[in-house]
């Protein structure tokens, strides 16, 4: 006989024991009754898709930090981290909270939609409810100090007579970067299959392949490689986005004729599905009480970021357009079945 | 020589072989099952898993010739004396009481169920004070649970029955 | 010399009562914290991180570096005393650390883990203040094909360690390199051994493996054995606490030879702490006097790997300060908080804010310094730990080591990844098979994929790229040195031997 049922009885002694410990315990109330005019009425959870200390993961900081700090809400905010297949668990984790207007969660338009269509995740991010888009950080195209290239143009031309030569470094597969130049090539009328493209982390990476000689021409988020620029170790070629960002002197794709090329990921909040009309502004109104607040232009010159304002359903419209350019995108580079 | 020799051989060596023979087999398998994409790239993601995939059953093939033969006297010599000094019984209790714990987890809750796991490992790995295991257990998995939940912000499932604060 | 009056004027603003007490507040706090299971270094700083908020730059720049120290050591003492590693990095300190306390002697483990961290330190840092710009120099030249290169060499060298049977360890290393293949290809997107489980599509956390292999797996070892072999229970600490003289004669040289890896690599913008540690192991290994007590509890096995963990970290600075590129957890946490005070790293950093700078260098050794003052003492009472009886001690670790992996992304799939790595664990270590080199193959599988697919990406896809590039040729050649050499000395052994029987 085992030992564990010879001693049946004192097993039985212990867990009834814990039991009786546990049921000291109050039993958790769960109130779904939530009238918008008194929202929050108890604590908010913000999700991060991603591991903690990436953008994602600031981003949620950053706002339960204003929240609370700034006394925008009385109630407390909690961080949950989901990190996983470019976001898909958490958007799937949000899909379940269905009708929860007491949980909400960070992204961005385009890198999340990217990892949405690829993974075929069923779950796309427009089923969420968009509250609003907040910030942008602009992405510039860089060569090394010492490349041939001068500018855009000629970059392209040399693009157009060997492609696959051409060999582009920058952030993930799908991101704003990568969709830019794929978008760029068809533009040009370069065949978008032959090109080379090798996504990355992100800044670091991109710096060392462009640096060390390996990778000929590079796109990065403008903060992470603006000292370098700053030290003149990298040339600035253009900058995606409609407008030049402060001290730097160079062409946006829009002056160079390829603004339809440019993909601007905006960064923003979402809140689960099934929500009433009264809860969903009640949120949009908490976050744009949010956004005014000195804690969160802090976060976001902490994070170099540009703030944006796009409520409720032009957040909504905005995503949409970009995932379907996204999908198109990837579509022409073979990346989807 | 070698029939006795054959007859006393530990299985140990022969099931672990073949498990890696297995893997092998299955890493080759699904590595022809990935879609090398229309990308016009020079190595596409197939041909790293079909090079692992081979290496892995060209190495267990060795390995389970050479476990099937008793080639390898060293590690022979080491399952015989695992395998005598081996009692299954309280592995598999071990092994139910986690498995049980991973689906408990969530539904039931973090310190609840790892103060019943504590107690259970305890009396498994033969420690015949239940009442001072559960309080230890207990304890521990209370001020685990505050430490992570409350002052680190680090979440663990709550379970049904939550605490007062 | 210029340098030498920059750190001077560094430690000046680093040196005040208020600094050194937030040094051992930090320290304190960071060994804390570092020792609960699955909060390794980057996380631990990560998590505390707002607690610099409130303190000016020094001040917060040295609590850091005192949460950063405290947190490293404190995931070796969990490696050593628990078998549960922190993070990949410190899985080698497991692989001896945890014999070491098995049989009485985790006082000197814990003793040599805490010198050897402070020695590398040490060097690495008056290393930084020399020789920092012109490594970061070099480091900046490597491209993806010397990256390959050096990632073969690890695996190279962790197998020829298992040389007396090969096979055995090949297999190893390739179901390893098998695990690294599971979730996104990170160049196609395409998902590969996820098995339609999405919290695969990232793949398998090597830590979840980790913990399984080693935590798990000796609990499922000490139930198999417990009623056979009942004279096996862990020794109780004997003896001295301390380190004896022939542990000091064995420990220095690893120190040493940790460091002279740990620090280059480090530095490399693509290098980390994983390599390093590995590779010093390995060196050991091969180097020691003692072949034979290598995964019984070697005490060259803990020094040279935590040494080069250490002069990793260091190592990794230089990147960090002189490029702008953050290259571990770390680095990047770190790097969040150099943006909190407006500083961006990169090459006009020294320029623009050298004061900063030699401050963040002076901290980090009085971080050093306060980690050795603190936690020499604290030994004995870590030890004590040892003490409880068994069956609590192994129920502990088995709560440690599943808390560890459920709170690295709070979900039960890795949790039952590492149980059943456990069972494997248990498995292998019955029949013979070396763990090593399935870990080391489910970390750098990933990372090696990679840059040899990103290398043939740059070079049009011409396979001589990795013999064309002088470093990458050398470093390639010894990879071949090292798995031949102890092959081809077996082999001539043998055939001189087989006349004689």
């Known amino acids: 006989m085992p030992p564990l049922l010879r001693n049946g009885p004192r097993v039985v002694l212990t867990v009834t024991l814990l039991a009786t410990v546990s049921s000291a315990c109050t039993i958790g109330s769960a109130d779904d009754s939530t009238a918008a005019a008194g929202y929050p009425s108890r604590g908010l959870s913000i999700l991060a898709p991603g591991s903690v200390g990436g953008g994602w993961d600031a981003r949620a900081r950053g706002m339960s930090a204003a929240l609370t700090g700034c006394k925008i809400i009385d109630e407390d905010v909690t961080v949950t981290n989901k990190p996983g297949a470019g976001g898909a668990i958490g958007l799937a984790r949000m899909v379940g909270r269905s009708g929860d207007p007491y949980q909400l969660m960070t992204m961005d338009t385009v890198t999340m939609a990217g990892g949405a269509v690829q993974n075929d995740s069923p779950v796309g991010l427009s089923s969420l409810t968009p509250i609003a888009g907040l910030t942008v950080s602009p992405s510039v195209i860089v060569v090394p100090a010492r490349s041939p290239y001068r500018d855009l143009t000629s970059v392209m031309a040399a693009m157009k007579r060997n492609p696959k030569g051409m060999s582009w470094v920058g952030g993930s597969l799908g991101g704003p970067d990568h969709i830019t130049v794929a978008s760029l090539a068809k533009a040009r009328g370069i065949p978008v299959k032959k090109i080379t493209y090798v996504p990355t982390g992100g800044g670091g990476e991109v710096l060392n392949l462009l640096l060390s000689g390996a990778s000929k021409v590079g796109m990065s988020t403008l903060t992470e490689i603006r000292p370098q620029i700053e030290a003149g170790k990298l040339r600035v070629l253009a900058i995606s986005g409609d407008e030049r960002p402060e001290g730097l002197n160079a062409p946006t794709l829009k002056d160079l004729g390829y603004g339809g090329s440019s993909v601007v990921s905006t960064g923003g909040v979402m809140a689960p599905p099934g929500l009433s009309d009264g809860e969903r502004r009640a949120i949009v109104s908490m976050v744009d009480r949010m956004r005014r607040t000195s804690c969160w232009k802090r976060t976001l010159k902490q994070n170099d970021w540009r703030a944006v304002w796009l409520p409720d359903t032009k957040f909504g419209t905005l995503i949409d357009r970009q995932q379907k350019q996204v999908a198109q995108v990837l579509n022409d580079v073979g990346l989807t079945s | ?12 060596p022969r099931v672990a072989a073949l498990l890696f023979l297995a893997a092998g087999v299955v890493v080759l398998g699904w590595a022809f099952a990935i879609p090398e994409r229309a990308t016009d790239q020079d190595v596409g993601p197939r041909a790293f898993p079909l090079l692992v995939g081979m290496g892995l059953c060209v190495s267990a093939t060795f390995s389970t010739v050479q476990a099937f033969r008793g080639a390898d006297r060293e590690q022979t010599e080491q399952a015989r004396e695992e395998a005598r000094l081996t009692d299954w019984g309280p592995v598999a209790a071990l092994l139910g009481l986690l498995v049980g714990y991973l689906f408990a987890l969530t539904p039931c809750g973090y310190w609840q169920s790892t103060a019943v796991l504590f107690t259970l490992v305890a009396r498994v790995l033969g420690s015949r004070k239940p009442l001072r295991d559960a309080a230890v257990g207990l304890v521990l998995a209370l001020a685990v649970y505050i430490l992570f939940d409350r002052l680190l912000g680090i979440h663990l499932p709550p379970g049904i029955i939550r605490l007062a604060f | 010399m210029d340098v030498l009056s920059h750190l001077t004027d560094g430690f000046a603003s680093a040196f005040s009562p208020m600094h050194l007490l937030l040094a051992f507040a930090g320290c304190t706090l960071g060994s804390l914290v570092g020792v609960l299971p699955g909060l390794g270094p980057a996380t631990t700083v990560a998590l505390l991180l707002p607690l610099t908020y409130v303190f000016d730059p020094v001040g917060a720049l040295v609590l850091f ?4 120290y405290g947190g490293m050591y404190g995931g070796s003492t969990t490696a050593i005393l628990l078998n549960v590693p922190g993070e990949t ?11 070491m306390a098995r049989s009485g002697r985790a006082g000197a483990a814990l003793a040599t883990a805490a010198i050897g961290s402070f020695v590398a330190g040490t060097i690495s840092t008056v290393a930084i203040t020399f020789i920092g710009p012109a490594m970061s120099r070099v480091a900046e030249s490597i491209q993806p094909a010397e990256y390959f290169a050096v990632m073969v060499l690890a695996f190279a060298t962790v197998t020829a360690v298992v040389a007396d049977a090969p096979a055995r360890g090949l297999c ?9 293949l599971v979730g996104i290809d990170s160049l196609t997107g395409q998902v590969r051994y996820a098995f339609g489980v999405p919290e695969l599509y990232d793949g398998v956390q090597v830590v979840a493996v980790a913990v399984g292999l080693f935590a798990i797996g000796e609990g499922l070892y000490t139930a198999a054995r417990m009623r056979r072999a009942p004279e096996e229970q862990m020794l ?21 030879r940790g460091t002279a890896i740990g620090l280059p690599i480090g530095a490399l913008p693509a290098g980390g702490a994983e390599i390093p540690t590995f590779l010093s192991y390995n060196l050991e290994r091969r180097l020691s006097q003692h072949k034979k007590q290598f995964g019984k509890g070697a005490i060259e096995g ?13 190592g990794v600075l230089m990147p960090l300060l002189t490029l702008g590129i953050p290259t571990s957890a770390t680095a990047s946490v770190l790097l969040i908080a150099f943006q909190m005070y407006d500083v961006q790293p990169g090459p006009q950093l020294f320029q623009t804010q050298s004061a900063l700078v030699w401050t963040l260098i002076a901290s980090l050794y009085i971080g050093n310094v306060m980690l050795l003052v603190l936690n020499l003492p604290m030994i004995p009472l870590w030890v004590r730990l040892l003490k409880l009886p068994r069956p609590l001690l192994t129920a502990g670790i088995i709560v440690f080591a599943t808390l560890g992996v459920y709170a690295l992304s709070q979900n039960a799939v890795d949790l039952a990844i590492a149980v059943a790595f456990g069972v494997l664990g248990f498995l292998m270590r019955r ?7 399935l870990i080391l193959g489910a970390v750098l599988g990933p990372m090696t994929e990679t840059q040899f697919r990103r290398a043939l990406a740059f070079s049009e896809g011409d396979w001589t790229v990795f013999l064309t590039r002088p470093v990458s040729a050398g470093i390639l050649c010894l990879a071949l040195a090292s798995l031949a050499g102890p092959m081809a000395v077996r082999l001539l052994r043998r055939r001189r031997s087989v006349p004689s029987i």
């Open chain 2, 1 to 12: 020589m070698s029939t006795p020799q054959a007859i006393q051989q530990p299985w140990g």
């Open chain 3, 65 to 68: 570096a005192g949460i950063y």
């Open chain 3, 89 to 99: 990095a410190s899985v080698p300190t497991t692989l001896e650390g945890h014999p």
């Open chain 3, 172 to 180: 190893s290393l390739f179901l390893g390199l098998a695990i690294g």
């Open chain 3, 236 to 256: 109780p600490v004997g003896g001295r606490i301390g380190m004896s003289r022939e542990d000091w004669g064995r420990s220095w040289k690893p120190w040493l």
């Open chain 3, 302 to 314: 803990v020094a040279g790997p935590e040494a080069a963990n250490n002069a990793a970290f260091s």
């Open chain 3, 431 to 437: 029949t013979g098979y070396p763990v090593a080199p």
